[in-house]
């Protein structure tokens, strides 16, 4: 079965370091992949997207990578500060359709 | 510009009882999608519209249904609410190739 998998544990780190979180997905062949910011009590706000043919793309302090073979993309925020507490989504649009997947997400927060 | 606006934004239902929810969205984007969200399920899509006048089945459709009333609006329906369907619901909008924009979410329980 296709499945989209997250960082199931919380991730704790201190501020001024870089927060890596890891989306690994199965018997799916992604036309692109996106990550996305969701806050408690709103809904999901998109960051980055990532096609296929790409291997990283770069945003202010966010980093994504996407590795097609590893079938796996990393998703980092360097010098992480307070403010970028939140829950990290990931979504995948298959090469065979227009709808997105999501992982359940990775819960980071950032201690000062 | 309001984005994806989302009402009502609280609801509580008893078993058996009907209502829609309703989306908007002014960005002009072809394609409009309605997810729900569950602790430890993460965002699953129940159904979605690739433009005006189509809609399709997502992941859990069973129990809804959708009407896309114009480009800028696509609503949900719950026939006759259970308490499985207790959930957070997510309207979203995009283009092709694009992310998505989300409404703030209707906090729905089915008592």
């Known amino acids: 079965s296709q499945k989209i998998e997250q960082n199931s544990e919380a991730l704790n780190i201190q501020e001024g370091k870089t927060a890596t979180l890891t989306c690994n997905y199965t018997?799916?062949?992604?036309?692109?992949l996106q990550w996305y910011r969701q806050d408690p009590g709103r809904g999901p706000v998109f960051l980055l997207l990532?096609?296929?043919?790409?291997k990283e793309k770069r945003k202010e302090r966010l980093k994504v990578t996407f590795d097609t073979t590893l079938k796996q993309s990393l998703f980092h925020i360097t010098a992480s500060q307070p403010a970028d507490s939140a829950t990290y989504l990931c979504?995948?649009?298959?090469?065979?359709?227009?709808?997105?997947?999501f992982g359940t997400g990775t819960s980071l927060t950032v201690i000062p | 510009n309001a984005g994806v606006t989302q009402n009502p934004k609280f609801q509580v239902l008893k078993t058996g009882q009907s209502m829609t929810l309703q989306c908007a969205q002014d960005?002009?984007?072809?394609?409009m999608y309605w997810y729900r969200q569950d602790p430890g399920m993460g965002l699953r899509l129940i159904y979605y519209?690739?433009?005006?006048?189509?809609?399709d089945k997502g992941e859990v459709p069973n129990g809804y249904n959708v009407s896309r009333l114009n480009k800028r609006e696509f609503s949900l329906r719950l026939e006759s609410a259970a308490p499985s369907q207790t959930s957070v619901y997510f309207c979203?909008?995009?283009?092709?190739?694009?992310?998505?924009?989300f409404g703030s979410g209707t906090r729905l329980t089915v008592v």
């Open positions: 979203a909008s995009s283009e092709v190739g694009s992310g998505y924009t």
């Open positions: 018997n799916y062949s992604p036309a692109y």
């Open positions: 990532i096609r296929e043919n790409e």
């Open positions: 979504a995948l649009v298959p090469n065979t359709g227009n709808q997105f997947y």
């Open positions: 960005m002009n984007h072809n394609s």
């Open positions: 519209s690739a433009s005006e006048g189509t809609t």
